[in-house]
């Protein structure tokens, strides 16, 4: 988990307790954050499709990025592999020439 800390020191001897130092602010190394949340699929026209999503409660750092990966069959019958890197919480794809299904899956970096 990515979290926020502060610490500070001071030096025990038999007299007593020493000054404190300054604060030292840190963060903990971000870890893989949680799933997108509320994942809404829009048929806008017949052959296109906007995905948009809320990003997760638990980011565990900056989000650099996310990916979307796309499956389908197309009409000669082949299966189809794309890959989408996005900022934003949403994507469009236009066009699509889908023939059975479409699978689309997250994936996101920070």
Not at 66 to 73: H, M, S
Request: proline content about 6%; overall charge positive.
């Amino acid at each position: 988990m990515f979290s926020l800390f502060q610490v500070c020191l001071s030096v025990v001897t038999s007299a007593g307790i020493g000054a404190m130092s300054s604060y030292l602010i840190n963060t903990t190394l971000p870890d893989r954050p949680e799933i997108p949340e509320n994942l809404e699929v829009v048929l806008t026209k017949s052959r296109d499709v906007k995905l948009s999503w809320n990003p997760p409660k638990k980011k565990n750092g900056p989000l650099s990025s996310y990916l979307v990966r796309t499956k389908y069959t197309n009409y000669r019958n082949e299966t189809v592999t794309e890959e989408n890197f996005t900022t934003e919480p949403t994507l469009s794809f236009e066009n699509l020439q889908v023939l059975k299904y479409i699978n689309f899956s997250f994936k996101h970096f920070i």
